[in-house]
Structure formats: C-alpha cells, structure tokens
Nanobody
Framework: QVQLVESGGGMVQAGASLRLSCAAS????????MAWFRQAPGKEREFVAI????????DFGDYVKGRFTIERDNAKKMVYLQMNSLVPEDTAAYYC???????????????????WGQGTQVTVSS
C-alpha cells in the first residue's frame, strides 16, 4: 500500500524555521511529482510547493515564495519542505501529496493528486 508520512511540525515563534519531512513507500517514488499543501481550520486546502520527479524543477504558492524551499532525495524516497521566516499566517496542518503525472497549470488543485499523507501541524506564534 502507498504511504506518505509527514513529520517535523511543531510550535515555533514568528521568524523561526522548520524543516518538514515526508517519507514515501509503496510507490515508484522517482516517477511522482511531490507536493506540499496546507490547510488551516475552516479554510480550503492551499498549494504550498511542488517538485518534479527527477530534474529538480519547482514551483511555490504566492505567499511562500522566497521563504520556503522544497527538495527531494529519490534514493531515500523523501521529500522536504524548508520553511524560513515563519509568520502566524503559516499556521496550518501541512500535507504531503504525490501525483504520477501533472501539468504546471494544475499543480495547485488538490483534486489532481493521487496520494496524501496524514498531515503534520505547524503553529507559529507572534
């Protein structure tokens, strides 16, 4: 069975950094686009970042550009989200997602993704 398991969330003060990890199993990891989404209570799931299967191409949501980076290690079947200069508006549950095939103009739509992790909570205090 395919599993995506996020870790690394926590409670930090504004201005701090966190590094989230997503461990994948049960899929040919190097064939999948890997993305991060986030969802705050009462809000829709929001696109954060994506990385292509092998060549390292990335894209980011408008409100995290310049602060967050995404990377992957295909040998370890891991994807990471480095979050810097965190602000309270970043508070949300963060989810790892996988998609076998996508297009750049569709990456922000959570309905396009095949698999999801259970989420890890990030809370940023002012």
């Amino acid at each position: 069975q395919v599993q995506l398991v996020e870790s690394g969330g926590g409670m930090v003060q504004a201005g701090a950094s966190l590094r989230l990890s997503c461990a994948a199993s049960g899929l040919r990891f190097s064939s999948y686009w890997m993305a991060w989404f986030r969802q705050a209570p009462g809000k829709e799931r929001e696109f954060v970042a994506i990385i292509s299967p092998t060549n390292g191409n990335t894209d980011f949501g408008d409100y995290v550009k310049g602060r967050f980076t995404i990377e992957r290690d295909n040998a370890k079947k891991m994807v990471y989200l480095q979050m810097n200069s965190l602000v309270p508006e970043d508070t949300a549950a963060y989810y790892c997602a996988a998609d076998r095939a996508t297009h750049w103009n569709l990456v922000s739509n959570p309905n396009e993704y095949d698999y999801w992790g259970q989420g890890t909570q990030v809370t940023v205090s002012s």
